[in-house]
């Protein structure tokens, strides 16, 4: 019997397939079928049939239909395996993932196993890395059952894409995919139904997937599909009705999955979505909710429910924040276009986002980093050299200069001004994204417009 199916849903995949296909191909565990449901016309298809003809194990499926619930439906129907993995067409697996993942879902005879992943984003030959968590640090290496871990953080991750579900599980619970167009949600309630339905779960915190956010044809880059989070959600209630599995403690996990998904899409969304967003929230979504989270541990639990509510007070603050953080954002753009020679002065969290932002823009003149304190370092990455400060002044008197330091900034700007910079040649940047994903919703708010 074939180990693991893995499926791999394409449509239009061509600038990323063959990375994500050299992955799963040379994988350490070789009884696996690579079941490949494809919709392109941008000759991702033919690329496909080249590494079927080259490798047994691989199936091609042709199928115009777009909707990505479609894809992984068929997948699911055409598999032999005794597991399911699902791969994105733009991300990549470590070559160890299916070996390691098989075996802890064998040894413990599992419903499902994950791991810990990283997303990442390439940007001017460089890829930025960060590595995200899907339990909470008691929860991994042991089996649990959800239902009874009174904590959010497992539930609300929709990454679908980092474990294995056993076969046997997704059809005794009638477990599939909702067949809506394009690629849009759907795996909130694939997440959700295996959530509530599984009896035994197994997290791992090492780290196999890669998983893409630079992909600007992803439905999570696209303020207008905010439309289908509350369709989704429709439909899970509907389809958790016809399991009969609309228990109190599913109702609970439901409630709070929908939550949580409405405040991390109103974190990324522009202003005029996040009132459309806010104006789809009905007082049913309300009802109870604070009965909901009682027990449970949230990331942000007292921000979350407060957008939830539409507490107008707290939206006005978000507002002005939102408006300092774009002045922030229109001045480093306009700096990054009439400058071709920047220093940015500091690199810890806040001159790391300056720099990736930079890279993000496209800044295509010279760009030096100096730090008092690690000066004649090198980056933790071993990529960028670390200059000391009164040394780069004297080579760069007349570059624009960004003091990325949110406490030390008015000693750094004396320091500067002491060794001859000019004032107006000096900008003081002490906020702006740390994260990854946040730097990544704030460039696609802040500068894509531009």
Sequence with gaps: MTAISVIVPTHNSKKYIRECMDSIVRQTMSNIEIICVDSSMDG??????????????????????????????????QADGKYIAIVESDDYIADNMMESLFRVADQNKVDFVKSNYKSFVDIDGERWFTCSNIAEEEQYHRVINLKKEKTVLPVVGYNIWTGLYSKSFLNEKKIFMHESAGAAYQDASFAGLTAMLAERVYFLKETYYGYRRDNDGSSVKS??????????????????????????????????????SYAWNYKRLSEVYR?????????DDLEDIDKSILDFDMPDKDRVLRIYRGDEEYIKQEREKEHKKRIIYEKLFNIFQKHNNIVLVCYGGYGQSIYRLMKLEGYDGNIVICDNN?????????????????????????AHYIIANKRQHDVLKEQLKRYGIEEKSIYVCSEIALGLEDLMWDFNRYFKEK
Excluded at 377 to 398: C, L, P, W, Y
């Design 275 to 283: 009132e459309k967003l806010l104006n789809e929230i009905s007082e």
């Design 374 to 398: 690690k000066k004649g370092n090198m980056s933790e990455d071993g990529k960028i050299k670390i200059a000391d400060i009164e040394i780069t002044v004297m080579h760069n008197i007349k």
């Design 223 to 260: 303020d207008e599909k905010y439309m289908y989070i509350p369709h989704e959600f429709a439909w899970l209630r509907e389809r958790m009705r016809c399991l009969e599995c609309d228990t109190p403690e599913n109702i609970e996990l439901f409630k709070i999955l929908k939550l949580r």
């Design 44 to 77: 991702t298809t033919e690329i496909l049939y080249a590494y079927q003809k080259s490798d047994e194990r691989i199936r091609v499926l042709e199928d115009k239909n777009a909707s990505y619930g479609h894809k992984i439906n068929v997948g699911i129907q």
